[in-house]
C-alpha cells in the first residue's frame, strides 16, 4: 500500500530542500512556486538550474504554472500544479484550466516566448502530441472532475490530452518503481477464449530454444482494459517496475490513438500493433459452464487465468487503450471486435538463473525500438548496483532510484554517524550528514563533465539513464566504475563542495558564479581528454590531490571553481549571453582561452601549483 502520509512529508522535505538552494530567488521562499520547481524536477527530470526558465507561474500566466517540450518525442506538456490546497479542486477552476491556456496561444499572445514558440511548432507538425496536465497534492478528486476530464478527451483526441493527478498518482511518477507489486498476489481471468485464438508453446520446447513456455492469446481489447483496472482497483502494480508504465509518464503513440478512435480502422488495430507482452503464470481451462448443452467439448471455449501478471512490454498500446476507453461510453459495445495480441511469458517454468537473465533481455529488447524512455529499468541494472554496494562499504549512501532515500531513513542515527565519521577520516573532513546520501544521477553527470564536457551535463540529463543511447547510457553511465570507488567519491566530494559554493555566492548581491560541471570540464581539458590514458590520468589525479596538503588543495580547488566564474564573465561579454542561457550552450575554447590566460595573469601561484600536480601526474605514469 502506498504510504501517502509519509510522502506528503517527502515532498514538503524535498520543497524545504530547493528553498534552501536557490534562497536567493525572491519567489522561491512560496511554497506554491516552489512545487512547480518540484514538479518539474522530480517527475520531468529537467535540470534544476535551467528548468526557471520552464516556470510561467506569476500574475496574468493565463493558468499555466510551467510547461515541458521534448522535441526529440514530439510532446509538449502544459501544466498547472496545486500544492496543498486547504479547498478541493472545482469544476469551474479546471474548466478554466481547460480553455484558457489554449484560447492565449491560439491567439499567439503568450507572455512566455519559449512556450509560444513550442506550441507554434505542435500545432504545425501533426506527429506532436498536446497535453494539458493538473497536478494536485490533494488525496482524490470528485467523480465530477474525472468526467470532466474525460469529455474534454473524448472531443480533442488525440491531439490534445487531459489529465488530473492527485497525491496517489504523484506518488508513482515520483518513485517510478512500484516495489511492493511483486510482493502481491493478483490473478485475472480472460473468459470465454475461442480456442482457435489460443496458440500454446508449453509442449514444443525445441522450437523456442529454452526451458520456458509461452503462450499467444488474442484478445478483445476491452479485455486489457478490464485487467488494467482489476489490477488498479486490487492495488496490485501490473507493470513490470523496469519499465515506465505511468500515465502522464509514459509516451502514448498518436498513431495507436488514432486508430482506436477511427471506426473505419479500429478492426485492423490487431494487424497494426505489435501486441502486449506479459510475463506471468498463464494457466488455460476449459470452460465447463454449459458443457452439457455442448455436443463437442474440444470447441468449448478457454478462460485464461494469469497469476501475477506484469507487463513487460506494451507500455503504449496499454495506455493508448486506457486513454480511448476511458473516455467513451458504452466501450464494451463499441470495441467487442476490436482485437490485441497477448504474448504470456511463463519464467517460473525454467531455471531461476538463466530465465532471469533471458527475462531482463527480453524487457531491454522488446522495449529499445519504443520512444518509452525506461530510466528505472537502467537503474536496476547489476553494475549499479554493484557501485551502490562498494560505496556502501565505504561509508557512502548511493541512491540508485528514487525510493533508496526513503530507504535509507530507516537506518539507525548510530550506523549513520559512524558511516559519515568514517568517510571523513577516509575522504574529506567537510562533508556533513546531510551530503553522505549521494546520487547516482549526478554522479554520472559528475562524470560526464570530466570525460566529455561541461554542456552535455546541462543538456543531456534525459540521455544517461535512456538504455538506446550509445553516447551517454552505453559510453558514459556503464563506464562511470572506470573511476575507482574511492575515487568516485573524491570526485563527487569535490563536486559537493563546489555546489555550496555556487549556492553560497549566488546569495550575495554581488556574487561569483561558478559553474560546478564546468569546473570538471576544465579539470579534464587540463589532464587531457584526448589522451589515451586519460582515465588513468583521472584517477591518479584525484589521488594525488586528496593526498597533498591542504594549501595545495585549496590552491588548486580554487584555481578550477575560480577559473569557471572567469570564463563565465567573459562569455557574457564576448557572446553577449547570460549565465542560464550560456549553460544551454556549447563551451567554447575560443572564450576559455581567453579565459584561462586572464585569470592564470593575476593568480600566478595557484598557475604553478596546479601545473606542479600536472608535472606529478605525468611523471608518475611514465
Known sequence: ???????????????????????????????????????????YSLNEDSLIDNITDKSGDNEIDCFVHYEDVKELYIIQNKYYWDSNLTADKLGKFLTEPIAILENGRYANENLQKAYKKAKLDNEYRIFLYLYSTEEGFS????NTVKHYNSEHQPDITAGIFDLADLYDLYYKSKSHGSSQSFK??????????????SDDKGLLHNKFSAKYVVVSIVDVYKLYFEAKNNSYNLFDENIREYLGSSKINKGIIGTLKS????????????GITIACKPIVKINTEGMRERKYHSSTYRNVVLTNPQIINGCQTVNAIHDVLSNIDDFENKYNDTFVLLKLLDFDSGNTDSDNELYQKIVECTNSQNAIKPSDFAKNKSYFERIQIELENRGVLLEVRRSDKHKF???????????????????????????????LEKMILVYLSLVKDGHAAYTKKQ??????SREYFDSISKKIDKLSFDNLIRMYCLFIRAEKDKKRELKKENGKKYIPYY???FIGDFLGKDKEDYIERLNLFFELLYNCDTHEFEKVYSYFINLTNTYQKKFKKMKGIEYNNMIKSQISEEVFAEAREEYEEYNREECQIVKKMINSLDDKLQ
Open 1 to 43: 500500500m502506498k504510504d501517502l502520509t509519509s510522502f506528503k512529508k517527502q515532498i514538503s522535505e524535498d520543497i524545504q530542500l530547493i528553498k534552501d538552494d536557490f534562497s536567493y530567488r525572491q519567489r522561491y521562499a512560496e511554497n506554491n512556486y516552489v512545487f512547480n520547481h518540484w514538479i518539474l524536477d522530480k517527475i
Open 143 to 146: 467523480q465530477n472532475l474525472y
Open 188 to 201: 485475472y481471468t480472460f473468459e470465454n477464449i475461442n480456442p482457435n485464438r489460443i496458440l500454446d508453446f
Open 263 to 274: 471506426n473505419s480502422e479500429k478492426r485492423n488495430f490487431f494487424h497494426y500493433n505489435n
Open 409 to 439: 531513513k530507516n537506518i539507525s542515527e548510530d550506523i549513520r554517524s559512524k558511516m559519515l565519521d568514517d568517510l571523513r577520516k577516509r575522504y574529506d573532513q567537510t562533508i556533513e550528514m546531510v551530503d553522505s546520501i549521494f546520487s
Open 463 to 468: 540521455d544517461i539513464f535512456n538504455i538506446n
Open 519 to 521: 569546473m570538471f570540464s
